[in-house]
């Protein structure tokens, strides 16, 4: 039995010169595995072919969420410094409980849209305005920000690789949002240890149900959403839970969205929920000033440019609600709004009506700024980048 067990061991015992073969084997595979999986990894995710249209109802395109294929996450952490970024499919991302963003909103967004052309090209519009905004905001809030160029490369990259998701030309955008926020985990109060900033997209119709139609206004008194001192003239997150309430109060009564006064006085036009306002008088366009409670918005500065080359005078100062009851015409704007006619508005228990249609200055503003968004007016301003 011993010699038995003693042959079959001697059976089972492999040449050390066998030994060694296995190992080049192994190492030889698992060399060409990781090379492959290096090769994989600089392979794009999306294809230059990948233009065909995803499969969605265009016609009734609303402004909800419907997630595009990929986003793009780029860190940073205590240098202050961003990480080369990288889109990945889109999906849920981890956060510690105590990140900055969840104990102490240390967050700030953007908006911007892709249009497309009618040959299929695809533009963008003044992204660079928006990098410099988020750059502000993020000075306010404490926090690093990515570079303009950083900024654009990323609202670019998550464009292109979602360019199946930009609606046909008349029928939406793409609307993306970049996200800055304080993802590392901090208790005491103070800024996050890390940052994460993510670009993804949808696509999107009117912001509005009521589509192009105008819009039916109330004035909170109750409520503000800003204070001088604050951070109302930033993209903060924290600017936007607020207004809900007023927001929700004023849709279940029917009406479409809720204009804000000052802190103050109340008794000054400040701006929408989600939105800049205009109040139009004769050949004279009024505004509120961007004195750190208004976000100067990126749409807000184009119209205003754009109605001053039609012969407009263009004024952004205290604009009393006095002035607005006695207003020909009001309308709002903002990157995901447009440019959008107010057709009444509800101050006080009294119903002001606006004059509103093709004939409109909205409707002509509107117009000019969609014609260069779109590609279908020539931009002589330098607004629109293509990214094809």
């Not at 800055?180 to 240890?193: C, F, K, V």
């Not at 050949?283 to 001053?308: F, Q, W």
């Not at 006080?348 to 509103?356: A, F, I, L, P």
Request: proline content about 5%.
């Amino acid at each position: 039995m011993i010699k038995a067990i003693s042959s079959l061991r001697k059976t089972l015992v492999l040449p050390l010169h066998l030994h060694i073969r296995t190992l080049q084997t192994f190492a030889k595979y698992n060399a060409q595995a990781a090379s492959a999986l290096r090769e994989e990894r600089k392979k794009p995710l999306y294809q230059n072919g990948d233009d065909e249209y995803v499969d969605l109802d265009w016609d009734n395109l609303g402004f909800g969420l419907t997630p595009a294929d990929y986003m793009y996450v780029m860190k940073c952490s205590k240098d202050g410094e961003f990480t080369q970024g990288e889109l990945s499919p889109y999906g849920n991302i981890q956060l510690s409980p105590s990140a900055g963003v969840l104990n102490y909103g240390q967050a700030i967004y953007e908006g911007t849209k892709a249009y497309r052309k009618e040959d299929g090209k695809l533009l963008l519009f003044r992204p660079d305005h928006n990098a410099v905004r988020m750059k502000l905001g993020a000075e306010r809030m404490l926090m690093p920000s990515p570079s303009v160029d950083q900024f654009v490369n990323a609202i670019k990259q998550t464009a292109l690789a979602n360019k199946r998701w930009v609606p046909p030309a008349g029928k939406g955008t793409l609307y993306i949002r970049p996200l800055l926020m304080g993802s590392g985990p901090i208790l005491g109060l103070g800024p996050a240890p890390e940052y994460t900033f993510i670009v993804y997209a949808s696509p999107v119709g009117n912001y509005f149900k009521e589509g192009m139609a105008a819009l039916n206004l109330y004035v909170e008194e109750e409520y503000v959403r800003a204070a001088p001192g604050g951070a109302g003239g930033v993209k903060s997150i924290t600017n936007y839970a607020p207004v809900l309430k007023a927001l929700s109060r004023a849709k279940s009564r029917g009406f479409s969205d809720v204009l804000y006064l000052d802190s103050v006085k109340k008794k000054y036009l400040e701006e929408a929920s989600s939105c800049n306002v205009f109040v139009v008088k004769g050949r004279t366009i009024s505004t509120p000033a961007t004195n750190g409670t208004i976000l100067e918005g990126i749409t807000r500065k184009s119209v205003m440019e754009i109605a001053s080359d039609q012969g407009y005078q263009v004024v952004e100062k205290a604009v009393h609600m006095d002035e607005v009851m006695d207003a020909d015409e009001v309308f709002c704007t903002g990157t995901a709004v447009v440019v959008a006619p107010v057709g009444t508005i509800t101050y006080q228990d009294k119903r002001v009506e606006y004059k509103t249609g093709d004939e409109s200055v909205c409707q002509k503003l509107r117009s000019v700024l969609v014609g260069i968004q779109t590609g279908l007016i020539e931009d002589n301003k330098g607004w629109v980048t293509d990214i094809n």
